[in-house]
């Protein structure tokens, strides 16, 4: 059994910073790409980024120049460092497996629980 846990959720201001961070635990993981989608309420799923075993990433536009994944090949933990946060950034993040990075997800590997970013005043 796979799992993902996600961590670093929190509130933040506008223009303010965070990172998250996924261990994956459990049986062996495979995967294509691993990363980041978030669901804002009301709003579908949105591919935030993703890094692959070869250590090529992708972004979504709304989070490039902003937002940077990276991943601990010792520990597997992957990392997304969020910065110059906007209100349009809140969402429950979650941390998958083999999804499209972008506005439109049609389909995800293994994901986690989730965890709440609030950017707001």
């Known amino acids: 059994q796979v799992q993902l846990v996600e961590s670093g959720g929190g509130w933040v201001q506008p223009g303010g910073s965070l990172r998250l961070s996924c261990v994956p635990s459990g049986s062996t993981l495979n995967y294509y790409c691993i990363g980041w989608f978030r669901q804002a309420p009301g709003k579908e799923r949105e591919g935030v980024s993703c890094?692959?075993?070869?250590?090529?990433?992708y972004y979504a536009d709304s989070v490039t120049d902003r937002f940077t994944i990276s991943r601990d090949d010792a520990t597997n933990t992957v990392y997304l460092q969020m910065n110059s946060l906007g209100p349009e950034d809140t969402a429950v993040y979650y941390c998958g497996t083999d999804f499209s990075v972008g506005p439109v997800i049609t389909s995800v590997g293994y994901w986690g629980q989730g965890t709440q970013v609030t950017v707001s005043f």
């Open positions: 890094i692959t075993k070869d250590g090529t990433t």
